[in-house]
Structure formats: structure tokens, C-alpha cells
């Protein structure tokens, strides 16, 4: 079936360097994609999307990057700090067909050295 | 404004028991959904309403699982029996119609034992 997925389930990175979180998606007619952040012991919180009709997006700090042709999302964290740690999910929807739910990848945890 | 707030934040009960779940939506957000997330894994969609109606439900055990939207504001999820296997975190989230980001509560964390 349609799923969403990642390639790294744990990244780990030293304060002040970029991290980069990669997704791969399989459902070729999803047209809305989101990454979330996720702190331990609270919800998903909204960080940046991005529609099939761009390729790149950015954000505060963040960036977001897509390619329809591998089926590929990615997350860019400028100057990561501590505050970064976290699970961070991406999310794909297919709001102009019949499916309007977000479905969820399993996340990546980032963890952030000082 | 507030966010989305759901309760209880925690919950303990004993499998067989009942146990139900409230959530109010960002005031003015139509959509409403219900999602089911285990340890270490994404959340998982069980419900999502629009207004008061659930136009997909297709997720949810409906043996046991039971959801109401009355006036299409606040929410209600029910667990009845509970099993074991139900232990998870319980997830609402709304957004403003269909098409845009979800905005999250901080979910209900439900032990079986």
C-alpha cells in the first residue's frame, strides 16, 4: 500500500551544524506535504509545508525541500541548537483526490550535542 | 488564543473498563480528527470530521470505538471494552477546512493494565 517512510531513524548532530532530515514518500498523487516536530511528552507541532507545486520552501531556520521525481522530502535545520532535539515527522496529503488525511511517516530523532 | 485542548492528559484503567476522551478544536476549525499514536511510531488517523459529520471513519475499531461531534465544536472518544493493546497516546488535532496544516493537542496518554 501507500506509505510514508524515513530513511534515518536517528540523526545526531553538533550545535551550530546543519541537519538535514530525508523522507521518502510512495504515493505519487499526494499534493500537500508537513513536517512536524515532536517533543517528548507533547504534541506534533506544525514546523513548515510545502504544496507539489513548488520544489523548495523556506522557513525561519528551516527549509524544505521537495522532488517529485524520486519521491523525496527533505528537512533543513540552519545552525541547529539544543532546542532542535526532538522527533521530527513528515506527513503527506492528497487534498485534490478523495484522500484529505494526513499520513504519517514513522519520524526521525534528532538529537542535538552542545 | 488557546490551542487545542484535550483531557484528560493521562489516564490509567483496567482492561474491560471503559474510558472516554475530550477534545476542544481551535475555535473556528471545522475539521477535526482523531489519531492514535504508539511508542516510537507516527500517529495514526482513527476519525476525521467535518462540522459534526465523520466522513472518514474507516480506521476506527468500530467494535470497541465510538466517537461523537455534537454541534460540531467539541469531541468525544470512547473506548469500551478497553484491551491491553489500546495503551497509546491519543491524539487530537483540527484544522480550518480541508487543505491546510493540523494543529495538535497534547494528547491523552492512556495506560491499560
Known amino acids: 500500500g501507500e506509505s510514508v517512510g524515513l530513511h534515518l531513524p536517528t540523526l545526531s548532530v553538533q550545535e551550530g551544524d546543519n541537519s538535514i532530515i530525508n523522507c521518502a514518500y510512495s504515493?505519487?498523487?499526494?499534493?500537500?506535504f508537513i513536517w512536524y516536530k515532536q517533543e517528548s511528552g507533547k504534541g506534533p507541532q506544525f514546523i513548515i509545508d510545502?504544496?507539489?507545486?513548488?520544489d523548495k520552501r523556506q522557513g525561519q531556520r528551516v527549509t524544505v525541500l521537495l522532488n517529485k521525481t524520486v519521491k523525496h522530502l527533505s528537512l533543513q535545520i540552519a545552525a541547529t541548537q539544543p532546542g532542535d532535539s526532538a522527533v521530527y515527522f513528515c506527513?503527506?496529503?492528497?487534498?485534490?483526490?478523495?484522500?484529505?488525511?494526513?499520513?504519517f511517516g514513522k519520524g526521525t530523532k534528532l538529537s542535538v550535542k552542545p | 488564543e488557546a490551542g487545542v485542548v484535550q483531557s484528560p492528559r493521562y489516564k490509567i484503567i483496567e482492561k474491560k473498563q471503559p474510558v472516554a476522551f475530550w477534545c476542544n478544536p481551535i475555535?473556528?476549525?471545522?475539521?477535526l480528527y482523531w489519531y492514535l499514536q504508539n511508542l516510537g511510531q507516527g500517529p495514526e488517523l482513527l476519525i476525521r470530521?467535518?462540522?459534526?459529520?465523520?466522513?472518514?471513519d474507516s480506521q476506527l475499531p468500530k467494535d470497541r470505538f465510538s466517537a461523537e461531534r455534537l454541534k460540531g465544536v467539541d469531541s468525544t472518544l470512547k473506548i469500551q471494552p478497553a484491551e491491553l493493546g489500546d495503551s497509546a497516546v491519543y491524539l487530537c488535532?483540527?484544522?480550518f477546512g480541508k487543505g491546510g496544516e493540523a494543529f495538535f493537542g497534547q494528547g491523552t496518554r492512556l495506560t491499560v493494565v
Open positions: 475555535s473556528g476549525h471545522n475539521t
Open positions: 470530521y467535518e462540522n459534526e459529520e465523520a466522513v472518514d
Open positions: 488535532a483540527s484544522s
Open positions: 506527513a503527506e496529503a492528497n487534498y485534490g483526490g478523495s484522500q484529505g488525511n494526513l499520513i
Open positions: 510545502i504544496r507539489s507545486n513548488m
Open positions: 504515493n505519487s498523487a499526494s499534493d500537500y
